[in-house]
């Protein structure tokens, strides 16, 4: 079975900077496309930043140039820097893959989340 695990959230003052990890295993073949996704409170999940398997990116305009993806395709890992960081960056942040070929088929799968609070 797939599991994604994500770490590295926690609380950092405005201007600093944290990096997330995320790591996908259980019967990985191959995955397309992994990214980062975050969800404030009272709002609805959005887009941060995706990957390729060959590394081309993409980014929500509110985090270009601040933030960085990054993957290890041989670790099915992938990562998020984040630097100067804003209050408006406070959420959950979501590590997700698809699509996911495993020995049963194609899936897409999403990690449990993980807090990210900047604040004074």
């Known amino acids: 079975q797939v599991q994604v695990v994500e770490s590295g959230g926690g609380l950092v003052q405005p201007g600093g900077s944290l990096r997330l990890s995320c790591a996908a295993s259980g019967g990985i073949f191959t995955i397309a496309h992994m990214g980062w996704y975050r969800q404030a409170p009272g709002k609805q999940r959005e887009l941060v930043a995706t990957?390729?398997?060959?590394?081309?990116?993409n980014y929500a305009d509110s985090v270009k140039g601040r933030f960085t993806i990054s993957r290890d395709n041989a670790k099915n890992t992938v990562y998020l820097q984040m630097n100067s960081l804003k209050p408006e960056d406070t959420a959950v942040y979501y590590c997700?893959?698809?699509?996911?070929?495993?020995?049963?088929?194609?899936?897409?799968?999403w990690g449990q989340g993980t807090l990210v609070t900047v604040s004074s």
């Open positions: 997700n893959a698809n699509p996911v070929l495993t020995g049963t088929g194609y899936l897409e799968v």
């Open positions: 990957i390729t398997s060959g590394r081309n990116t």
